[in-house]
């Protein structure tokens, strides 16, 4: 499938769309409600590379949550359970293979009545096999979470607890299914310790980027117990926290002696020098070198004149959260593994007050290279940035949930596309146990209950937010501070965010809209939906899917944004059944007969190519005994690999899904493309 180009975010082709389905051309918007299992309502959470398998789960007849599929073809289908004692599922996650097999991780509760990732894989009509993934060593419960194929080995992440009660980011791959490889921590500590992978991406070098949260003591000592944002690669850096909001390359920033007590860092001349040069014993957090009238720490950047952070010398943000409650977290990473994306805790700053008790979540960005076309280490002693997302209007609090890949080298693009949800979290201060309001409004919130007033109830209102939607006011004496829904707050709208990827480090442009708002401007119709969460994105952006309330009722869908077009990239010639992206095919170039394929490498989500039909291995327009031959070569034997094959790829061979061999079963697809020689075969025989 493919789309048109989007050129900017504010000047879309006024055109005449329909919710119909998914468009033929994609040039147009659409949007797809997803239906349900019988039971009322659906979810959706992730969708494949190319937007067109969605997963989720949903009611069904019986009751029961159950994990499903959805396509074009077959509609929303369950994909069952690991237990039929206890039927619950949950799909998370999809892909498809080189043979057309859907993968699908999530979790559902097996014999023992525990939650446990499972890896299903089947077709589109729902057919296939669901197994557990394996919990780290002496752990029951787990939870599967990402998904990715590569050259059609499967690589699933998620969280698993452990025989010491702690849970850890896992990772299973298909080529060593036995068990699963704790990813580790941050920060280990007897009482934390805890991490959690939520998406795998694949890095130009060939190894996965895997991403989550873990424990992790950021900027202060102590027991670990927030969380901070990691990237984690095999046999390269491990896991490595990221930071979040608070830590914005360069602006903001001062230098800290660190745990050796010595200022080893020279200020660069635009740079003020706090403490001089080798001065020594001084406490770790120390500020020796804090910026100059710019307010930009050139110490730590190229752009300065000879200033670099030397030995165990820190970089902190300024005005750091001291007091621990800074936290970040991601939950996507690009298909590339370039960007990632989650949330992390930023100060409620309305009145210009950081109230560290009511830190809140934005939706964040982050760049693993912090320039473009620039490795990482290039800036601020190797600090990559995080990009502050925005929320919808009002909104206080907001969270991504998908990115799509780097546009960076295809002309054909210029945006990544963000995904998540946005709302507005209404505050109110409350009278606390002595049922004494104590404290005074500040700025323009309204102070509900005069201060001094006794006898009142615990969650009496005392201070509530003002015209600006924002509590601004501290609390005082035993008044306490509480989250509601009814004071100035509001439910979750989902957003699609339009980044530009021609940013660097001193420019960064982003567009956060109302999904919904955005479809009805494209002329849907989206009567009767209140759409909550954008919860996934196709690789290229062109595809999202999530949740709303339908007529009332939760219920998934899948859209597709107006313009968006599917890159240059590569592309399998019909002719000679090779792959080609070096140069990446222009989209002109790669249209029918030859086979489309939305991957920017030929080994980028297992794109093999494959003759139309399928039987026609040595692609001379018929069916005959050379092609069986190569058939019979291919023969694994029912629940045997097929091998990879010499000329022409056994895996195009395997047409059943659920299994990686070419059996029996796979023959009666191939027996139906039998023309003889010189007869031509039509192409229609396997579709």
Known sequence: MRYGRLFCVMVFSALMLLVSGLPASGQTASFTSLGDLGGGTSQAYGVSSDGTVVVGDSLDGNGKTQAFIWTTSNGIQGIGFLDGTYQESHGRAVAVDSGGTIHVTGYSKNSSNKNQAFHWSGNASGAGTMSGIPYLPGGDTSYGRGLRIRADEIFIVGRSNRSDGKNRAFRWHSSAPGGSLDLGVILDHATQGNSDAYGVGWRPNGTNTIVGSSNSNWWVTGTGNRREAFRWAPNEWGMVGTKGLDHVCGRGF????????????????????????????????EVVVSSGADSWLQTAEPRGSGGQILDDDLLWPEGRDADGTSESLFRAVSPDGRFSVGRCTYPDEACGVDHPQRRLWQANFHDAKVKDGEPSGGHC???????PLGFLDDDNYSEALGVSRSSLGDPSREEVVAVGWSKNVGYAILAGSNGEAETLAQCDDVQEEAVGTTGLSAD?????????????????GDDTISGSYGINGSEKRAFVCFISDSY?????????HDLKVYLEDEGLNLSGWELRETTAVSDYGGIVVGWGLHNGEEEGFIASLAGIVGPTGACCRDATLICEDDPPVPQSECQPPDVWHQGQECVADAIVCCADPFADADNDGDVDQEDFGVWQACFSGNGHTAPAGNAYPCSCFNRQGGDSDVDDLDFVDFEACWSGPTVSTLDSCDD
């Open 381 to 387: 002693g190797g600090t990559v940035m995080h990009f």
């Open 504 to 512: 660097d480090l001193f420019g960064f442009e982003s567009e956060m």
């Open 460 to 476: 009496t209102i005392v201070v509530s937010p003002g015209p600006n939607g924002q509590l601004d006011t501290p609390t005082s």
């Open 254 to 285: 001062q230098v800290a002696a660190g745990d050796n007590g010595v200022a080893d860092t020279a200020a660069d001349p635009s740079d003020v020098q706090v403490i001089d040069q080798y001065t020594t014993g001084l406490d770790r957090e």
